[in-house]
């Protein structure tokens, strides 16, 4: 395999304010079913460099950690992410194909998705890269639930990444971002739980949080999912600092020591709803890196979402800081 990598003039790598790791592939969209046929847009799709590429456009530093294969569509991947300021550290496997996923717009309300990942290259992203992306410092270590879903050796990276980042007091992000068309609810707790303990931070949908924080034996029947607050109260106690929680259209709440906050969602028109959530993240992370107390990042978060859903594509409509006016009629926050 080739390498790629953001480096210095001195030959090392700069230190950024978020880096990421995971698998993006090349997302081919169709404004119809896809058995008619027509013509299909070809963009880059990934939750993790989606929110590479929203901190960039908020006004920081990000940096991306994945593999591609040898082939056009990678080419595509890295002259997007560097398009957007997103730096690199990837490599090019010259067996592998890179990941693909078609997209239909089925009705105006529901899209499908489509994914051709199985033994893609972006399963062989490994902890060799992910030790060298780290040596170069970040601020914030973004991770999600989908990249250790793909191969025992992505799944070790992402350990590998969490254990080492919170040992050395980096803030860990981890959106749980459960697919079910790569692993079982069941397979994704086992792995995710013991990860969740070396987040600062826990990202996650309300049907999401029973993977990472799992009921305690008399809390709830056996095999049902803990409540958001009982699941949020228990991923506290293990030493999460905050649990963010994603209500799509209804908004989002924040759990932490001293209580709940909650924020709704800004009311726009809603057109595509792909990469929503991760535009949220993105906003999050990036007032917490703006140094915004929770009020702030939560309304940041919020806002980017409403950008994301009422523009087509994963991360395309996603703002800049002297865009933000244009929607930022959000009512303030919550406490509970």
Known sequence: ???????????????????????????????????????????????????AIGVVR?????????????DPHGEFIVKQLRGEGVRLHHTVHPERSTGVMFLEQRTADLSRAFYYRAGSAGATVSR??????LDGGA?????????????????????YAAERASAGGTVVSLDV?????????????????????????????????????????????????AGEACAAAMLLDAGVREVVVKRGAAGAAVYTADGCLEAPAIAVTCVDTIGAG???????????????????????GVLAG???????????????PDELALLDQAPGSTQR
């Open 306 to 320: 409403a950008f994301a859903v009422s523009t087509r594509g994963d991360w395309e409509g996603l703002p800049r």
């Open 177 to 225: 971002n459960y697919r079910s068309k790569l692993w079982s609810r069941d397979q994704a707790r086992a792995v995710l739980a013991p990860l969740a303990r070396h987040a600062t931070i826990v990202i996650a949908s309300d049907d999401e949080l029973d993977l990472v924080a799992p009921p305690r034996d008399g809390n709830v029947a056996a095999g049902q999912p």
């Open 1 to 51: 395999m080739t390498a790629g990598g953001a480096a210095g003039r001195n030959g090392a790598p700069h230190q950024v304010d978020l880096l990421t790791v995971g698998e993006s592939m090349v997302s081919l969209r169709s404004a119809g079913p896809l058995a008619n046929g027509g013509t299909l847009n070809m963009q880059v799709a990934g939750a993790e460099s989606n929110v």
């Open 278 to 300: 991760d535009a949220f993240t993105a906003g999050y992370l990036s007032a917490l890196l703006d140094g915004e107390d929770v009020a702030g990042r939560l309304k940041l």
């Open 58 to 70: 908020l006004g920081h530093s990000s940096a991306w950690v994945g593999s591609i294969g040898a």
């Open 128 to 133: 060799d890269q992910v030790a060298a992306a």
């Open 139 to 159: 601020r914030i270590l973004h991770l999600t639930g989908i990249t250790p879903a793909l191969s025992p050796e992505a799944r070790d990276a992402v350990e």
